[in-house]
């Protein structure tokens, strides 16, 4: 009887991939993250000390129905306090992100979701972008500097068009977080790892978002 066998690939590899978006085969090497590297998105520096964490278990994302077994609908949230899980919860004033595709929902509150989801992990006073001062959690204002408006990002030399803000208020094409979205070299994409190609659906969405904001927000100069 043969020996059963495995395929372990190591970390850091490339691997040529595949996967179908909307009928198109898209053809790419996907890098496997090392060690090294799952810690700048997964790790959380707090009081001197340091943790990896899981991205996504957030209030935002939770909230929202699921269906149980026996075919009752309940909010997960809910769900998880009566499973003891969660203590002195408020549905009311809990937040809510949707799908970034859902467009019977507010265009502000699915871009929101967005970066946070792929962005905040690194971009929060405790993650591994801490340092750049961009700010792209759920609940921050985004109508503020630290949110990216108007703010000029350290440590950056604009790209291949040679922008100097994060966000620009009703232009989307001159806000550098549209514009990493679609860049693929390493030194300038978003995020750094774990992407090898652009998120199309992603992209349009947070530029429409930044296009609709109202020049009056800010006068990037």
């Known amino acids: 009887m043969a020996e059963p066998t495995s395929k372990i690939i190591d970390c850091r590899a490339d691997i040529e991939h595949e996967m179908n978006n909307q ?14 590297e799952c810690k700048i998105c997964h790790q959380v520096v707090s009081a001197q000390t ?12 939770l909230n929202r129905n699921v269906m149980l077994a026996n075919g009752q609908e309940i909010n997960q949230l809910q769900l998880f306090e009566n499973k003891g899980w969660l203590q002195q919860l408020s549905l ?24 946070d989801i792929n962005c905040a ?4 006073p405790q993650g591994f972008a801490s340092i750049s001062g961009l700010r792209l959690s759920f609940d921050v204002d985004h109508t503020t500097f630290e949110y990216g408006i108007c703010k000029q990002p350290p440590g950056w030399d604009g790209g291949p068009d040679g922008l100097a803000y994060d966000i620009v208020p009703g232009n989307g094409e001159r806000s550098i977080v549209h514009n990493r979205q679609v860049l693929l070299s390493a030194k300038d994409r978003m995020p750094p790892i774990g992407r090898e190609v652009i998120h199309s659906e992603g992209t349009e969405l947070i530029k429409r978002w930044i296009d609709s904001l109202p020049s009056s927000l800010g006068h990037c100069q």
């Open 50 to 61: 340091s943790k990896i964490m899981p991205i996504g278990l957030k209030a935002h994302t």
């Open 121 to 124: 992990h690194c971009h929060n």
């Open 92 to 115: 009311t004033n809990a937040p809510r992100s949707f799908a970034l595709n859902d467009n019977t929902k507010e265009l502000t509150a699915r871009a929101k979701g967005y970066l």
């Open 23 to 36: 009928g198109e085969v898209v053809q790419f090497k996907y890098h496997i993250p090392s060690k090294a």
